[in-house]
Structure formats: structure tokens, C-alpha cells
């Protein structure tokens, strides 16, 4: 047995009319873009890519659309759309049908939002 822990940072991209300052005191509002490098061959996407959209609810609770693809050859890819507690600058998402480890981490900042995924089975 063993976990796998990935970190993945994401960049947050400002809604128009909104600052750095305003979003981090209180509101992760905002669509995040995956920070990864990716490359085009012969028409093919290699590498990470992949977005979150989040939107505050109330004071303990957001909205998150969240999506995530390997890129070429298998194009394998994961996404969800639910609402979490928000805890200070952080959510948890907690799949019904894995593993009682399975959990994806998301942690707000100034400078976007970091992403921990941990599962007893990576895939």
C-alpha cells in the first residue's frame, strides 16, 4: 500500500474589476488555468492541462468545476462539478466511490490556488 501525492499549482486569472488583495482576503471567486507545459506534435497536445472554476457560495462554502487532462496519447482526463466547505483558504473533495484516502486538496493564495491530490492508487 502506498499514497501517491502530487502538486500541481494552478495560476489564478483575475475576473475583470477584481484585485489580488480583494480575492485573497475573501474570495477565491476566479478561474484558475493549469501552469504546466504542454507542446503541440502533429496536431497532438502533450502535457498537463486543464482548468478550475470556483465561485463563492457564502463564507464556508464554494462552487467548483474542476478539470484535468494527461494530454497525448491516452488524452485520459478527470473533472468534477460540486460544492465544498471552505475552511480558511481551504477545500477538500472527497470522491463517494474511491478509496477512503482519495482526496483532492485545494489550498487559495495570493498567488492562485495549489492543488494536492492523494490516492492509494495514482491512477
Do not use: W
Amino acid at each position: 500500500m502506498f499514497t501517491v501525492t502530487q502538486q500541481r499549482p494552478l495560476q489564478l486569472m483575475y475576473p475583470e474589476g477584481q484585485s489580488v488583495k480583494n480575492i485573497y482576503k475573501f474570495n477565491p471567486t476566479g478561474s484558475y488555468k493549469y501552469n504546466g507545459k504542454t507542446q503541440k506534435e502533429n496536431g497532438e497536445i502533450y502535457g498537463y492541462f486543464g482548468d478550475i472554476q470556483v465561485k463563492l457560495l457564502n463564507e464556508n462554502r464554494i462552487a467548483v468545476s474542476f478539470y484535468l487532462c494527461v494530454g497525448a496519447k491516452s488524452y485520459n482526463s478527470g473533472s468534477f462539478v460540486d460544492t465544498l466547505i471552505l475552511i480558511g483558504n481551504t477545500a477538500i473533495y472527497k470522491p463517494l466511490d474511491c478509496d477512503s484516502l482519495c482526496t483532492i486538496t485545494f489550498k487559495f493564495s495570493k498567488a492562485g490556488v495549489t492543488t494536492i491530490h492523494k490516492a492509494l492508487d495514482g491512477n
